[in-house]
């Protein structure tokens, strides 16, 4: 891994770049320097990209906690953010694999190799499982050869939190106040059944303004017949999810399972059912749920901390003792 330079400008709260001129940021394999930060790639949680702005949290030795938001400027957001994930969990995994080597159980350093963003993810004292997730690129990667096609594109929808397949939506809402007129707009990563919500929400508003019916028409159109492309495999799933949204638990659990009828290993399908589940008030089905998402993949966090969540609620202490001895040490995010 070598040295990498980029060029940004810092972004304030409403994410626009401050500053006529751009900064030079240096990456290296140990370090993030900017220009009035200095952190060390292993104490980064991870880095995110949305639209032209990069995060990146972090998170001290000494349980400091920072972040910084900049918008890249030369070097590309996507290729930024895969750098900086690469390079801090590079580092956190040569950690591990040190302590373990101190204390002399070197064989039972085990790790896995993101294929899509290139990141390390240490499995080290970890059951095998069918799936793998990566925490840095949110994608659960079927470790067979009987993937379906198109997993990669499969994450939680930043609005809804469930398991889909979200898309870039903006939404423009024009508007005229008397004689003032302005128009808001926001880019979002959604899943279908969210963005035809939005999509539907714009087109009322702008309904009454002729101006950003076009605009709104084009992105109603693709949220109903451009949004979806699921494979086979996942062919329920936006049916599933709308049920959801619908507070229709039955029908959601009936189309989960026969998602998972076809593909019993998907962590994601089986997440989505316990939040199902647990939102029509079914905690102990919804505990089955999330176990088998974690059995489907040992390292999926978003189900580890649910699970957690509902047995610290109901007082299980037996379960949940066994549940974190078995899953916990996920040590790429740190616990609240
Ligand atoms: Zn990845
Ligand atoms: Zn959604």
Redesign the pocket.
Same mark, same amino acid.
């Given at each position: 891994m070598e040295e990498f330079k980029f060029k940004y400008k810092y972004v304030n709260d409403q994410g626009q770049p401050e500053g006529l001129f751009s900064k030079t940021a240096v990456l290296t394999p140990e370090m993030l320097l900017l220009d009035v930060e200095r952190v060390s790639t292993i104490d980064i949680i991870a880095a995110d990209g949305h639209q032209h702005n990069v995060v990146v949290a972090w998170q001290t030795p000494n349980r400091a906690k920072g972040h910084v938001a900049f918008r890249v400027t030369r070097g590309g957001v996507k290729n930024v953010v895969r750098r900086i994930n690469s390079y801090c969990s590079h580092q956190k995994a040569k950690r591990r694999y040190s302590q373990l080597q101190e204390d002399g159980k070197a064989d039972q350093y085990r790790d896995w190799h993101c294929p899509h963003c290139s990141s390390v993810i240490d499995l080290s004292g970890r059951e095998q499982s069918p799936q793998i997730w990566c925490p840095y690129c949110d994608i659960l990667v079927t470790q067979s050869s009987d993937a379906p096609r198109d997993e990669a594109t499969y994450h939680t $929808?930043?609005? $809804?939190?469930?398991y889909?397949q979200?898309k870039t939506f903006t939404t423009l809402y024009i508007y005229f106040l008397l004689v003032v007129w302005g128009f808001q707009y926001e880019t979002r990563r %959604?899943? !279908?059944? $969210? %963005?035809r919500r939005e999509a539907w929400k714009m087109l009322a508003f702008n309904f009454l303004f002729v101006v950003g019916l076009v605009p709104s028409i084009v992105q109603l159109m693709r949220s109903y017949f451009g949004g979806s492309k699921l494979s086979g495999a996942f062919r329920e799933l936006d049916s599933a !999810?709308a049920a959801v949204?619908k507070h229709n638990y039955p029908a959601a659990s009936e189309l989960y399972f026969r998602i998972l009828e076809k593909q019993p290993s998907q962590a994601g399908v089986h997440y989505n059912h316990g939040l199902a589940l647990l939102e029509g008030g079914d905690i102990e089905h919804a505990v089955e749920a999330f176990s088998a998402s974690l059995s489907a993949c040992v390292n999926y966090e978003p189900s580890y901390v649910a699970l957690e969540r509902i047995l610290s609620n109901t007082g299980d202490e037996a379960r949940l003792d066994r549940i974190r001895q078995r899953y916990d040490g996920i040590d790429y995010v740190p616990s609240e």
């Open positions: $929808c930043d609005q $809804c939190g469930l889909a979200p %959604m899943c !279908n059944v $969210c %963005m !999810n949204h």
